[in-house]
């Protein structure tokens, strides 16, 4: 058996704690973590506690937390207890790895379950925003046994690219991506081609830009309300797109994995502004459900994110984080102050692309220049 956490555990924990979180000696953190998560859990309280930080380590036992939902009683996992909501009022930075861990039974069980188990949501951003918390999203815990099955991986390799990826310095990574939001932010025409059949452009918005750098911003009105947790492994720029201006055909070189979805081979086609077509080699019939429920504006373009991370090489769940990989969504982009309101979002991810704004080349094949 590995000794864990392992190295590489310790070094991504010391850099989310020191680099990306920057938690100073005295600051009250908390850390949640389920079963599979562990190992980074306690490597974080291990390097938070390094720097001089005081832990409070909140586990939530996987078996225990089905045995609920088999007893009927999601809506009481949906209410925080008291304890945990005075937790949050004193912390200073929380730090979150994805669970549940069972990929097997979550796409078994009801949406309406877990939108029932996971209602503490709303009212936790809501209370974190009021006290200026900051933290991450540590996304290792999508690599499960279940989806590694389901996905054709190797979860241990998965779990270690994911770890790579959350050792990148969030300086490096900014100014990396500094011409690129330079140019989105003065540019009014995408093209983006490939030798793939790609040759695609789109329009700006005419709205800043957002870097994701692996920074939290919890007081920063420029970004989201959930901002104030930062996504980690993180190296990406957004920007919405005009959803009246659009021409021509994406082809995905790399999947889409969405938390119990995933699609591969995915090609958009727009014809004045307007999604026309859409095709999956993997994927395409729950895409066509959620499409189909989709309010006004599912068909039309949203926004473009660039990845910036040089340490995310074709790792599922980071795809748009990938290093000169450009993400294509259709449908909401109100979360980057565009006009798109649909209630329907999702994308497809190209790497190795050529990418110019307004004529002036930013991305060669796959490369930022």
Known sequence: MPELPSQLHRDAARNIVTRYLKIRPG??????SWDHTLPIAT????????????TLHIHEDEDAWWRAIDRKQSKLLGKASAPEWAALKAADVYVHFWGP???????KTPERTFDEAFAWFSPWYQAARKSGLRGGRVAIGFATEGRAKQWGLDRARWEESILRACT?????TAKSGARLYKALSRGKKVRITHSN?????????????????????????????????A???????????????????LHANRRTNIWWYWSAGGTFDFV?????????????????RQYKKGTAGR?????LTFGLNPAAKDVPNLENVELGCVSLAVGRNQHLNGTNRSSFMNWITLAGSEVAIDGAPVIRAGKLV
């Open 27 to 32: 600051e009250n953190a908390v850390i949640e």
């Open 43 to 54: 490597a974080t309280i291990d390097e938070i506690r390094r720097v001089g930080g005081k």
């Open 101 to 107: 861990g069972d990929t097997d039974r979550i796409e």
């Open 168 to 172: 990148t310095d969030p300086v490096e």
């Open 197 to 229: 059949g790609t040759d695609l452009e789109v329009g700006l918005a005419g709205v800043s830009p957002r870097l994701h750098d692996g920074t939290p911003h919890p007081r920063d009105k420029r970004y989201g309300p959930s901002d104030m947790l």
């Open 231 to 249: 996504q980690i492994p993180a190296g990406r720029i957004g920007v919405a797109l005009d959803s009246t201006s659009a021409e021509g055909r």
């Open 272 to 288: 004045d502004g307007k999604l026309t077509s859409y095709s999956f080699d993997n994927g395409e019939e729950e895409f066509a």
């Open 299 to 303: 068909d039309r373009t949203g926004s």
